[in-house]
């Protein structure tokens, strides 16, 4: 009753996205310098490079050759089966003066600023490629690109955008200081992103990769440091994202590694992420649904961390948003069929401070809204060494719903009830195989469970302090069974049953002799709801 379902697809995914074809491109080759470039750094460039990209699609397609120096320039326009190649010593700068740039698109992000103008990019363009050893700059830490609004609107460009594009790739390059996010790709199909490095703390809203309303999508081998989400899939518009591969990046980030449906307004499925290594972020793997969509089908393992903070955060919401002119509200989306494993998080450095993210840490959050559950989650073989130092009254926290809120772990409460999992609005949940350790001392309970219905917590190890109230808690909650548990510490109980609606709680194969007892009850709950094996 725990199974995910569909993971055949998953595999048929991949397999098509190593094998997708690009159309041969031109053999013509064009030198920026040939139409007036110059690489000093100075000398704006914009017309000259604009004028070889066209010729180049003019005449059937063909490589744009950036070779050494800095080419400053505006916004540049890809067109068909054309190519920007940058050499190893060669940097294409943006311009400091937001006037130098163009729009593409009428999207507004979920905090409300435009996200339309760009330095390079293409619109319902075929086969473009930006490949090379080369570096893009934005030189987003312009006095003119300060977060702010005013009569032009959200001035910041986006370093790379492509919108409406079939058969894109981008490899090689290294992707610097963007004056917002650092690449979107919107509503485009067969994209390929390989060798990438991405380097950009320059402003606020500084993503790495957003892929949004896209399809067929393949990132490999990227190493992306970003002073916002590292790689983000979205659907801003009522158009699917679906059919993603991320494999074998390593990704550093003050706020989340890997996230799903900051903006979910299309449904957001089948995808694979794997191999990936995570230092330093606020969130490691973030799975989202708050504008209506249905995120479902995702397989994500293999995920090494260090120094994140809160490792997996599954949220349902209904913020119901729109992101763009013309689009209509839906009604509240689901989350469904999720499977995690094999991760492994070390925190050993100093907590974040009170404000900016949890003052108690913990390692995995899941919920959902009344009346709208978080369905088949599976949970397994994770390791994960948080902070601690959550005290014995901490487990008494009320968690808000904070149903249409923005959807970020630390704006519930400053903890939660559990350091290890607090799951709530939940149905088909498997959590099996999994350790949770602290670095100091945490009084809460290890995992507590609000309003979750068909769950399994199997071999879920910690090494609890003995004045810890219980082990589990469950609240208002059905049918769940809790099983091989083996440890000899001496705390009050081993499970706290809460609430007059929960019933059918099986406890089997745990070696608990040691505990004060091994179920409690409080809230109106009675002996008659669990059964002991």
């Known amino acids: 009753m725990f199974v995910v379902k569909n993971l055949s697809v998953y595999l048929l995914v991949e397999i098509c996205l190593f094998l997708f074809p690009f159309a041969s491109f031109g053999q ?24 070889a990209i066209d010729k180049c699609n003019q005449q059937g397609g063909g490589v744009i050759y950036i070779k050494d120096g800095i080419f400053l320039s505006g916004s540049i326009f890809l067109r068909d089966n054309v190519t920007l190649h940058l050499e190893a010593n060669a940097v294409l700068m943006g311009s400091q003066r937001a006037a130098d740039y163009h729009n593409i698109g009428n999207f507004v992000d ?4 435009a996200k339309n103008r760009f330095f390079v990019g293409a619109s319902e363009a075929t086969n473009v490629s930006i490949e090379g050893e080369g570096v893009i700059n934005g030189q987003g830490n312009s006095p003119e690109f300060k977060i702010h609004r005013d009569s032009r609107g959200d001035v ?8 409406n594009c079939e058969k894109v790739r981008m490899k090689g390059v290294t992707l610097r200081s963007s004056g917002a996010w650092v690449s979107h790709y919107f509503g485009c199909t067969d994209v390929l992103i390989q060798n990438v490095n991405i380097d950009s703390w320059s402003n606020g809203n500084n993503d790495g990769i957003d892929i949004d309303c896209c399809e067929n999508v393949r990132i490999d081998n990227c190493n ?9 899939l979205k659907a801003t518009a009522n158009r699917p994202t679906r059919n993603v591969v991320v494999s074998n990046c390593i990704l550093h980030t003050s706020t989340g590694a890997f996230k799903i449906g900051t903006e979910s307004v299309g449904d957001i499925q089948n995808v694979i992420v794997s191999n990936c290594a995570v230092r330093g972020a606020g969130g490691g793997i973030k799975l989202l649904c708050m504008d209506g969509s249905i995120v479902r089908n995702i397989n994500i393992s293999d995920m090494v961390m260090q120094n994140v903070e809160m490792p997996i955060f599954v949220r349902l919401g209904s913020r119901l948003n729109i992101f763009h002119q013309g689009e209509k509200k839906k009604d509240t989306g689901s989350l469904e069929n999720i499977k995690i494993s094999n991760i492994m998080n070390d925190t050993n450095s100093p907590g974040r401070i009170k404000g900016h993210h949890l003052q108690h840490q913990s390692g995995i959050f899941i919920t959902g809204i009344p009346g709208h559950p978080v369905k088949g989650i599976s949970l397994e073989n994770i390791t994960l060494r948080i902070h601690g130092g959550g005290q014995k009254e901490d487990r008494l926290v009320e968690v808000p719903e904070n149903i249409s809120k923005y959807p970020e772990f630390n704006f519930f409460s400053d903890w939660l009830p559990a350091y290890g999992a607090y799951i709530r609005h939940a149905e088909d949940v498997r959590v099996e195989n999994v350790s949770i350790q602290t670095v100091t001392p945490d009084h809460r309970y290890v995992v507590a469970a609000d309003n979750i219905k068909n769950f399994s917590f199997k071999n879920i190890q910690s ?55 091994k179920v409690s009850f409080s809230d109106g709950a009675n002996k008659n709801m669990v059964t002991l094996k």
């Open 463 to 517: 090494d609890v302090s003995e004045d810890v109230k219980s082990y589990f808690a469950v609240k208002n909650s059905v049918q769940g069974v809790i099983s091989d548990h083996f440890f000899s510490n001496k705390i009050e109980s081993f499970l706290d049953v809460q609430g007059k609606s929960t019933d059918k709680i099986l406890l089997i194969n745990n070696s608990i002799e040691s505990v004060g007892k």
């Open 156 to 163: 910041r460009p986006t370093l790379i955008k492509f919108y």
């Open 28 to 51: 013509n080759v064009y030198d920026i310098e040939d139409f007036g470039a110059k690489g000093d750094g100075v000398f704006m460039n914009t017309s000259a490079i604009q004028e």
């Open 224 to 232: 992306i440091s970003s002073g916002d989400d590292s790689i983000v």
């Open 110 to 113: 979920g905090l409300g600023h």
